[in-house]
């Protein structure tokens, strides 16, 4: 029996390593876009002011001004109001308690009879209000007032509460335009509710046609009715509904109102409407 031949061989053997794929780069992608939000996240909040930066801080801690707080802030607004009205030669009246500021147009200096479009000279006077009060951070509350004639037959003015809507929402286009962001305002039409007079002459209707801006700290429209400081500008003489005089102001000084005049809504209850006191500081 022959024996059999064993051969031996040397075999190198290859080892091929096995694709992993890209998963990697998907990873390190999304790792790269969280760093890249962060830095930008770091970056816009160092651009953004101190003072606008406390107070989105002092919105999300359900934070509000304290009393203290919120009337420095009023009486800081009253008196660029005042500074502009006497600067600026701008016709409205300033009220002032410690709610807010209520500061109120004559609609006939501000839109064209039965129309909703600010003249010019009134959309560069709000304008310049809003710039001078934007820095304090109030709220601003536009309310728009006609007076008891119905609006013109064939206007695309519906009625007079549609047209104090309108001129409210005019008013307010201009407070924007001065800076003011849309988020701190709110429109309200009264059409001819809540007159300013009883009176029911030209004169009279002439008064309740009127725009009023109420500038507050609270997003809350809480209406200025109640004892504060009148300032007008030009002087004014005012009535109530029985043509007695309850405020006068011939030279432009502060008038104390130590109580409210009829302008609220106790209209309707003549007997009960408070007579108004008045002390020149």
Known sequence: MSEEEYVIRRVKKVYVEEDHGGGWKIALADFMCAL?????????????????????????????????????????????????????GIVMSVDKNSKGITIKFDSSLLFKSGSDELKPKALKDIEKL???????????????????????????????????????TSASEGLIEGGISPNRITIHGEGLLNPQTMDTTNKGRKENR????????????????????????????????????IASNKDGKDV??????????????????????????
Request: aromatic fraction near 10%; proline fraction near 5%.
């Open 130 to 168: 809003a710039i001078a009060t934007e820095s304090e951070g109030l709220f601003y509350h536009v309310y728009g007032y006609t007076d008891d004639i119905p609006v013109r037959k064939g206007s695309s003015i519906k009625n007079n509460l549609i047209l104090s809507v309108r001129r409210a």
């Open 36 to 88: 890249m939000i962060i830095f930008f996240t770091l970056w816009a909040i160092n651009q953004t002011p101190s003072k606008n930066t406390a107070a989105l801080s002092d919105y999300f801690k359900g934070k509000t001004p304290t009393s203290d707080e919120s009337i420095l802030l009023i009486d800081t607004a009253y008196t660029k109001v005042k500074k502009l009205i006497k600067d600026e």
């Open 256 to 281: 104390e109102v130590k109580e409210i005049h009829p302008i609220a809504n106790s209209v309707s209850s003549p007997d009960t409407l408070a007579s108004a006191s008045l002390q020149e500081e």
């Open 210 to 245: 009127r725009v009023e801006l109420f500038l507050t700290y609270s997003s809350a429209p809480t209406k200025l009715y109640g004892t504060g400081v009148t300032y007008t500008k030009p002087s004014v003489i005012e009535k109530d509904w029985k043509e007695n005089t």
